[in-house]
């Protein structure tokens, strides 16, 4: 298959929504299929050598700006919704209504955003959910790191002050992971006994996964939907000082620890990953 990506312009900000597409886009090559990706000035035109078009986020004027040049090329195309529960961000729920009305087929990333989109537009689907991969150089089966509690972000702002308050009161070594390049966070995990995912708000965190296949101790915000892909995870409000400090201090001295999280999130291969976008990917042309 000929297949096309649109995204945002990746040089506004960093985000998990590139690491994921370029993961992707090779897992999809490997399996034998052309790829592409269209960012910034272009045309309707642009899309007619190919087959299938795969759509990046809806909320946002360039999430419209995407779908709208995609339907007016007459070309079928996925949605990969990344969907935040708001209105107060570029689209109105009824244009997020419509646009996965139209695709060929809707792609959340967990069952629990595909409530939310339900819940939010008043699309009921059908959906296709799939998670996000894992890739294999953060496989690591160690489990007894004590070097630090860590933090991953992007950018910063993800509730990192809260846990390093915490950890100092803890008398517990702190470490945020922040302006690494991807490439070389592996080898960071494995120096953190303890990772907390501290975000207010997220869909499904790749730093998760990436924690768990480092045989890391996670601790997941509530509020990350992706949680529901590894069964026995350690759940936390991050909101909450004294939750933190509970928490933290318990995954910190633990002389055990259900593993089965970590086993999931090696399972959980981009390789595979990329076999069901595949078969999403076929049944879609099939359609039109």
């Known amino acids: 298959m000929r297949l096309v990506w649109l995204n945002r312009n ?28 269209l960012y910034g000035e272009w045309t309707s035109r642009d899309l007619l050598p190919f087959d299938l078009v795969l759509i990046y986020h809806v909320n946002f004027p360039w999430s419209f ?8 090329a007459g070309k079928p195309y996925v949605l990969l919704p990344i969907f935040y529960p708001t209105d107060q961000l570029g689209m109105t729920y009824r244009s997020m209504r419509e646009a996965m009305e139209e695709a060929a087929c809707v792609c959340p990333l ?10 939010y537009t008043g699309f009921r689907g059908p959906f296709s959910v799939i ?12 489990g ?26 803890l008398g517990l070594p702190y470490k945020h992971f922040i302006n690494i390049p991807h490439e070389e966070l592996h080898l960071h995990y494995r120096k953190a006994r303890v990772f907390v995912h501290s975000s207010p708000d997220d869909r499904m965190s790749l730093t998760v996964g990436e924690a768990l296949c480092s045989g890391c101790r996670v601790l997941s915000s509530v509020y990350d939907r992706g949680n529901e892909w590894f069964p026995g ?6 909101k909450n000082e004294q939750e933190l400090e509970s928490y933290i ?14 086993e999931r999130a090696r ?5 595979k990953t990329a076999k069901a976008w595949e078969k999403v990917c076929e049944r879609a042309l099939c359609s039109n």
């Open 249 to 262: 201090r318990m995954a910190w001295e633990s002389e055990k620890w259900d593993w089965r999280p970590n």
């Open 110 to 119: 967990s069952f629990t955003e595909a409530r939310e989109i339900s819940d």
């Open 10 to 37: 990746p040089s506004t900000h960093p985000g998990g929504d590139l690491i994921m597409l370029r993961a992707l886009k090779e897992a999809m090559v490997q399996r034998g299929h052309r790829c592409h990706e």
């Open 65 to 72: 700006e995407n779908i709208t040049k995609t339907q007016l």
């Open 267 to 271: 399972e959980m291969t981009w390789g």
């Open 233 to 238: 995870l350690k759940v936390l409000n991050p």
């Open 131 to 142: 998670p996000h991969g894992t890739e294999e150089r953060f496989h690591w089966d160690r």
């Open 144 to 169: 007894d790191q004590d070097c630090c509690v860590a933090t991953s972000c992007a950018r910063g702002g993800k509730g990192e002050d809260l846990v390093e308050k915490v950890c100092g009161k």
